[in-house]
C-alpha cells in the first residue's frame, strides 16, 4: 500500500488496549486507540481512511457486533477483528457469520494478533493491486480503449454493449488495421468471464502442419517431435475467451474439426482418444468477406453459420475519417508519454493532410506513422512538411476519394483489395515485408495474394523481386 495503513484498536479494558496498540506501533502501523465503539465510529465517520479495525466484542453500551454491523451498513472498506474474552466456538463462529474478517480470543497472544493482522493487511493490498491492475485493463481494453464519435463508431459501440454480456460467438470483421483484436478484447473484458482468460491465436501467424496442435493440444508421442503432452489453446481457455483471428486462413481440414468442437463443446487432442470437455466463449476475427469465401468454395458454409451468430463489422478508417482527430490526438499523447516525449500537436494543415490520405491500413497505420513522428520529430508542433512524403502526397482525389466519391462503374470489394496491395508494392519499392506491416496482414497472405493477381493478369503483372 502507497500509506501507512491505519488500525483502530477499540477495547474498554485499558491494559488489553495499550499491551495490543504497543505490539502493534513495532510493526511500524499507525494505531488509535478507543475505549468506547462509538467513539470510533465518530471517528471514522469523519476520517474513513483506516484499514482494519480490532474490537472487543464484549463491551458496555455498543458491544463488538454493534460496532460491525454500524460499519458495514456504512460500507466502509474496512477489515474488522473481534475480541472475545470467552474463547467459545460459538462466540467465533457467531463472529464470522455476521461479517467479522477474523477473531482473536483473551488473553490474547501478541504474536498471533501480529500474525493476524500481517495477513489481514497483505490482503488488503492485494485486492488493492488488483483492483488498480483491472482497471488499468479496462482503460487499456475496455470500450474507453476504442477511440471514436462518428455514427459508426456509436451503432458498434451500442451492438458491443449487447452482445459483451452474453455466450454468444462474435464474428468481428473489418479490413487488416482497424482493431479486431481490441474489440474482442474489449467484449471479454466486459463479459461474465473477465476474471478468466484471454487467449489469442493468429491462424495466418501459424504453420498448418502445426496449427492443429496450437488450437487442441496434442499427446506424447502423437507425432514426430511430441516428446510431452501439450495443452492446446481450447483447454487453456476453459471458462474465458478464445480470440481466433484471420479465421479464414484455416486449411479445410482444420475447418471440419473447428465446425465439431462448435458443435459437441469438446476438444480431443492430436493422438488422444478422449474427448475433453471445454467451456469457453469464442470470438472469431477476419479481414475478407467470408461469404464470398464459401462462394468460392474456400470456406465452409456450415462453419460460416456456425461463427457469425453475431457479426460486427468495425468501419474502415476512411468511412469515419472524422474520428482521425480525435484517434490523432489520443496517439500523440500515448507516444509522448510512452517515449518521454514533450506534449506534441499537429498544425491544422498537418490534421487536414491527414485526413486526405487512402489510409490502407486503417487505424494501425495511422498509429504507427504518429508514433515515428513522435519518435523523429522536433519541436511541439507537426506541420505538413514533416508527415512522410505518401501522407505529403495524398489528396482527395487518391484511393480513398476514388472508392468514396462513386465515379465510374461500382467495384467490387477484391478489386478494392487488389489496388491498395498493389499501389502500396509500389509505395515500398516492391519490398514485400515492409508492404505486408504497412497493410497489417501477415507475409503469407500477401504472398498468396500476389500469386492470386498473376495468375488473374499473367502477361500484365510486372515481375516482382
Known amino acids: 500500500m502507497s500509506e501507512t495503513p491505519t488500525i483502530l484498536i477499540v477495547d474498554d479494558e485499558t491494559g488489553s488496549r495499550e499491551s495490543m496498540a504497543l505490539a502493534l506501533e513495532k510493526t511500524g502501523v499507525g494505531v488509535k486507540t478507543f475505549d468506547d465503539a462509538r467513539a470510533a465510529l465518530e471517528h471514522l465517520d469523519r476520517r474513513p481512511g483506516a484499514s482494519l479495525a480490532i ?26 477483528i473481534l475480541v472475545t474474552g470467552y474463547g467459545t466456538i460459538e462466540s467465533a463462529v457467531q463472529a464470522m457469520q455476521v461479517g467479522a474478517d477474523d477473531y482473536l480470543t483473551k488473553p490474547i497472544d501478541l504474536y498471533e494478533l501480529r500474525k493476524r493482522v500481517m495477513n489481514l493487511l497483505e490482503n488488503r ?49 473489418g479490413e487488416s ?32 502442419d502445426i496449427l492443429e496442435s496450437e488450437l487442441f493440444g496434442h499427446e506424447r508421442g502423437s507425432f514426430t517431435g511430441a516428446v510431452a503432452r501439450k495443452i492446446g489453446k ?59 469465401e464459401v462462394a468460392r468454395g ?10 457469425k451468430v453475431v457479426t460486427l463489422r468495425i468501419p474502415p478508417l476512411r468511412d469515419r475519417i472524422e474520428d482521425l482527430p480525435l484517434l490523432a490526438e489520443h496517439f500523440l499523447a500515448r507516444f509522448c508519454e510512452e ?5 506534441k500537436r499537429l498544425s491544422p494543415a498537418a490534421m487536414e493532410q491527414l485526413q486526405k490520405a487512402a489510409w490502407p491500413g486503417n487505424v494501425r497505420e ?67 515485408a515492409k508492404t505486408a506491416a504497412a497493410l497489417g496482414i501477415g507475409l503469407r497472405t500477401l504472398q498468396r495474394k500476389l ?15
Do not use: W
Not at 460491525?68 to 460500507?75: K, Q, T, Y
Not at 477511440?147 to 454480456?165: C, H, K, N, Y
Not at 481457455?237 to 469438446?266: C, M, N, W
Not at 474456400?298 to 461463427?307: A, G, Q, S, T, V
Open 55 to 80: 474490537c472487543d466484542l464484549r463491551m458496555p453500551g455498543m458491544d463488538g457486533l454493534g460496532f460491525l454491523a454500524a460499519v458495514r451498513e456504512r460500507s466502509l472498506d474496512l477489515a474488522v
Open 339 to 343: 517515449h518521454g516525449r514533450e506534449p
Open 125 to 173: 493490498m492485494l485486492k488493492e493491486e488488483v483492483s488498480s491492475l483491472r482497471h488499468m485493463l479496462d482503460k487499456r481494453f475496455g470500450f474507453e480503449s476504442i477511440v471514436g464519435s462518428s455514427p459508426p463508431m456509436e451503432r458498434l459501440f451500442d451492438e458491443m454493449a449487447l452482445v459483451a454480456p452474453t455466450r454468444s460467438t462474435v464474428l468481428v470483421s
Open 451 to 465: 500469386k492470386e493477381y498473376r495468375r488473374e493478369e499473367p502477361a500484365a503483372e510486372p515481375e516482382i523481386a
Open 298 to 307: 474456400r470456406f465452409r458454409e456450415d462453419l460460416f453459420y456456425r461463427l
Open 177 to 208: 488495421g482497424t482493431g479486431k483484436e481490441l474489440v474482442a478484447h474489449a467484449l471479454h473484458h466486459a463479459s461474465p468471464r473477465r476474471d478468466e482468460r484471454f487467449l489469442a491465436l493468429n491462424c495466418g501467424a501459424i504453420p498448418s
Open 234 to 292: 481450447f483447454e487453456l481457455a476453459h471458462r474465458g475467451t478464445l480470440f481466433l483471428d484471420e479465421i479464414s486462413e484455416l486449411y479445410p481440414e482444420l475447418q471440419v474439426k473447428l465446425l465439431r468442437v462448435l458443435e459437441e463443446r469438446s476438444i480431443m487432442r492430436v493422438g488422444g482418444s478422449e474427448p475433453i470437455e471445454v467451456d469457453y466463449r469464442l470470438l472469431a476475427a477476419t479481414n475478407r468477406d467470408l461469404e464470398a
Open 366 to 432: 495511422l498509429k504507427n506513422t504518429l508514433e515515428s513522428l513522435v519518435i523523429f520529430h522536433q519541436g511541439e508542433v507537426i506541420e505538413r512538411a514533416d508527415l512522410p512524403a505518401d501522407l505529403r502526397l495524398a489528396s482527395v482525389g487518391g484511393t480513398a476519394g476514388r472508392i468514396q466519391a462513386g465515379d465510374g462503374p461500382v467495384r467490387t470489394m477484391a478489386e478494392i483489395e487488389r489496388q491498395t496491395i498493389l499501389e502500396t508494392l509500389d509505395l515500398f519499392d516492391g519490398h514485400r
